[in-house]
């Protein structure tokens, strides 16, 4: 079993900047491949980005250019740093992990999840 505990949402004007943390505790390593997603009232759960256990990373384009995933092994820990925010990027945010090979934005394919952190920009 794998725990993950985000922290850092909160509420900032448009153009701010958050940075979102997951710690992972149980049977997890810097091998799984880890992703946050997010999800607004009355849409579906929507991919943001991934990063693989060799580090590679993928992002949503709606976010391209303004977010950044990582992690950091020795703390098990990943991390989404949010610039540029913009209402529309207003919603609950997820971490996600799993441990298969295919590092992919399928919300299908991740077996754990944390509770989620409220994210809210205004204009």
């Known amino acids: 079993q794998v725990q993950l505990v985000e922290s850092g949402g909160g509420s900032v004007q448009t153009g701010g900047s958050l940075r979102l943390s997951c710690a992972a505790s149980g049977h997890s390593d810097s091998s799984y491949c880890m992703a946050w997603f997010r999800q607004a009232p009355g849409k579906g759960r929507e991919g943001v980005a991934i990063i693989d256990g060799e580090g590679a990373t993928l992002y949503a384009d709606s976010v391209k250019g303004r977010f950044t995933i990582s992690r950091e092994a020795a703390k098990n820990t990943l991390y989404l740093q949010m610039n540029s925010l913009k209402p529309e990027d207003t919603a609950m945010y997820y971490c996600?992990?799993?441990?298969?090979?295919?590092?992919?934005?399928?919300?299908?394919?991740?077996?754990?999840w944390g509770q989620g952190t409220q994210v809210t920009v205004s204009s």
């Open positions: 996600a992990a799993s441990s298969l090979r295919v590092c992919t934005m399928v919300y299908a394919l991740f077996p754990y």
